[in-house]
Structures are given as C-alpha cells and as structure tokens.
C-alpha cells in the first residue's frame, strides 16, 4: 500500500520561504509521477508543480520562478521550495503521486501554507 506524508507547512510572513517535504513508502513499479496541489477554502483543488521518474518538471504558468519541485529517490521523498511568499500562495498543501500500469493515483493528507504579516 502506497502511503505519502507532507511536512514543512507553517505561517510565514510575506517574501519569506518554506521547503516542503514529501515522504512516499510502499513498492512503486514503473513510471511514475509525483506533484504538489494546493488547495484554498472555497477554491478547486490546483496544480502547483510536478515532477515524473525521468525528471521532467511541469511548473503552474503563475508560480514559475518562486516554487521549485525536486525528488530524491534514495529517501524516496520530494520537495517543493517555495520562495517570495505572497498572501496569495495560503492553501493546504498536498502531496500527490500516481503510478503504471494502472494510473493508480495516492495523495496524503495535506500541509497547511499560511502567508500574512
């Protein structure tokens, strides 16, 4: 059974920076990609970043150049570094994965981001 785990949210104030971490246990075959989500209260659930197994990266238009998503396949763990906070960017944050053959798609629980001074 495929199990993620978000950590690194927290109150930041504006221009400021956080790192968020991605843990991922259980047997993954195949290709594969992972992804981070956020979503607001009252808003859709919306891509921020993600990343595959062949390392090709896919960046929201709007967060280019602030966020950036890596993995580390040795701690089986990937990461979003989010730079120039903006009030904008508060949301829980998720942690995504989904998987061949089947596409099987897993998420955790969440981290929440909140932005304000």
């Known amino acids: 059974q495929v199990q993620l785990v978000e950590s690194g949210g927290g109150l930041v104030q504006p221009g400021g920076s956080l790192r968020l971490s991605c843990v991922v246990s259980?047997?993954?075959?195949?290709?594969?990609?992972m992804g981070w989500y956020r979503q607001a209260p009252g808003k859709q659930r919306e891509l921020v970043a993600s990343i595959s197994s062949g390392d090709t990266t896919n960046y929201a238009d709007s967060l280019k150049g602030r966020f950036t998503i890596s993995r580390d396949n040795a701690k089986n763990t990937v990461y979003l570094q989010m730079n120039s906070l903006k009030p904008e960017d508060t949301a829980k944050y998720y942690c995504n994965i989904i998987t061949a053959p089947y596409w099987h798609d897993y998420w955790g629980p969440g981290t929440q981001v909140t932005v304000s001074s």
């Open positions: 259980g047997n993954i075959f195949g290709v594969n990609v």
